[in-house]
């Protein structure tokens, strides 16, 4: 996440790490402007996409996923959480009825966003739509990478591109359906699954 979130801002990271010394990690940003800049017009809350769907944000980062819970609540959305992959299918099994499975990509457990969304659609397939989210520049190839059409919001992003972005994610047509089980270029073989289940 920090080493994604810097280098989207044109910095760089180095480790110094010695046995008996321990670890020093430098970041190092860009100089920030001095002169003065205007602020960005504010976007009205009635200029954002809206919904009413039932959405599963599935994220890792406790205040990530607190922050992202409450702008979707105000956007009209009805949201449920999971801190991980495996507590995500826990909730889908259980059979909540879910519009759209928001999900990061990179997550501890051992099971990434990308296996997370083939395994929903496994156990239910036609039931809901996916929209990936990920700081890491190097997803949105591997989305890219995969059979059918996966959307990737890249972190960090502002309440009108979430809110944009959900929109989008939920009105695509049924013809740009289909999670693959793996991304193509690793060596394995792509599966996807049927076609009930956008992306």
């Known amino acids: 996440m920090v080493y994604g979130f810097v280098k989207q801002s044109g910095g760089?990271?180095?480790i110094d790490s010695e046995i008996g010394r321990g670890t020093v990690v430098e970041i190092?940003?860009?100089?920030?402007?001095t002169q003065d800049v205007d602020p960005p017009p504010v976007r009205q809350t009635a200029e954002l996409s809206r919904g009413g769907e039932s959405i599963l944000m599935v994220e890792d980062h406790a205040a990530l996923?607190?922050?992202t819970e409450l702008q979707l609540t105000a956007l009209g959305y009805r949201v449920r959480t999971a801190e991980n992959g495996?507590?995500?299918?826990?909730?889908?099994e259980s059979g909540l009825e879910i519009d759209l499975l928001f999900t990061d990509i990179v997550m501890p457990g051992g099971m990434s966003g990308y296996?997370?969304?083939?395994?929903a659609c496994a156990f239910r397939p036609g039931g809901f739509k996916v929209l990936f989210t990920s700081g890491f520049a190097?997803?949105?190839?591997?989305?890219?990478?995969?059979?059918?059409?996966?959307?990737?919001?890249?972190?960090p992003y502002r309440k009108y591109e979430l809110a944009?972005?959900?929109?989008?994610a939920l009105d695509r047509p049924p013809e740009t359906n289909g999670v693959p089980v793996r991304p193509k270029g690793d060596g394995a073989t792509v599966t996807?699954?049927?076609?009930?289940?956008?992306?």
């Open 12 to 14: 760089h990271v180095r």
């Open 65 to 67: 996923l607190e922050l």
């Open 192 to 199: 996807s699954a049927p076609a009930s289940l956008s992306v």
């Open 115 to 119: 296996e997370l969304a083939a395994r």
């Open 164 to 168: 944009n972005a959900m929109r989008d």
């Open 138 to 155: 190097g997803d949105a190839k591997g989305a890219a990478a995969f059979s059918g059409y996966a959307p990737l919001l890249p972190k």
């Open 86 to 92: 495996a507590a995500a299918l826990l909730l889908i």
């Open 28 to 33: 190092y940003l860009p100089l920030a402007s």
